[in-house]
């Protein structure tokens, strides 16, 4: 199957008395497309969506791209990226550096970095703010700014945990929108989890509910 398939997945946490955070379960995402996890704290989704991104560790069952199982298989291997709460940004490098950052790490040479955070600043609609300190942005922006990091490598899929959490309510149901419209103007799977059932039916075509480590 094409895309993100994961199979019969469990994830435990502790030792001699282990608790399940992810309990038996099984998913795909198609590519181009967009799936939630809706659900509380504390009912698995972000451990699910760690072990997927491969920053959690798996006790059993499958994870696997377009075929090529990925259960084992560093983090960097993978081909996905990975949006945080609080976008995670280096506060002493500028906006364009930021974005830059996977690309550099890849290699990318300089002239093909610069035309493609140009274009990614474009996308997320910062085109022009390339050379200001993240520092002086607003939280709204450092959430693009992040957005166009995380994409700046062409991931094949794209892990968003809880990405608009940190914002007050109106510039949340804004950014959901623009999130959306990046995402499918970019043509990148992805893969979000949020405990807000509106955002979660506008940033996503598909909503799976989690409660107490299972789909329900």
Not at 22 to 36: I, Y
Not at 190 to 209: G, Y
């Amino acid at each position: 199957m094409s895309g993100l398939q994961v199979t019969d997945l469990v994830v435990k946490y502790g030792g001699a008395h282990p608790v399940t955070a992810v309990d038996s379960v099984s998913l795909s995402v198609a590519p181009g497309e967009t799936v939630a996890l809706l659900g509380p704290s504390g009912c698995g989704k972000s451990s699910l969506l760690g072990a997927v991104v491969g920053i959690v560790d798996v006790d059993s069952g499958s994870i696997s791209w377009d075929g090529d199982h990925m259960t084992g298989v560093p983090v960097h291997q993978r081909g996905f990226g990975l949006v945080f709460q609080d976008g995670q940004l280096f506060p002493h490098r500028s906006v364009a550096r930021n974005v830059a950052f996977g690309l550099e790490m890849a290699g990318v040479p300089e002239p093909e970095r610069r035309e493609r955070v140009d274009e990614l600043l474009e996308l997320v609609g910062l085109a022009g703010l390339g050379s200001r300190p993240v520092t002086d942005l607003s939280g709204g922006q450092r959430q693009r700014v992040a957005l166009a990091r995380s994409l700046a490598p062409r991931p094949r899929l794209l892990a968003l945990d809880e990405p608009l959490s940190a914002l007050d309510a109106e510039l949340r149901g804004r950014l959901a929108v623009e999130v959306r419209d990046i995402l499918a103007a970019s043509d990148t799977a992805a893969l979000v989890v949020t405990h807000d059932p509106a955002e979660a039916e506008v940033m996503a075509s598909r909503v799976l509910r989690m409660r107490e480590g299972q789909l329900v």
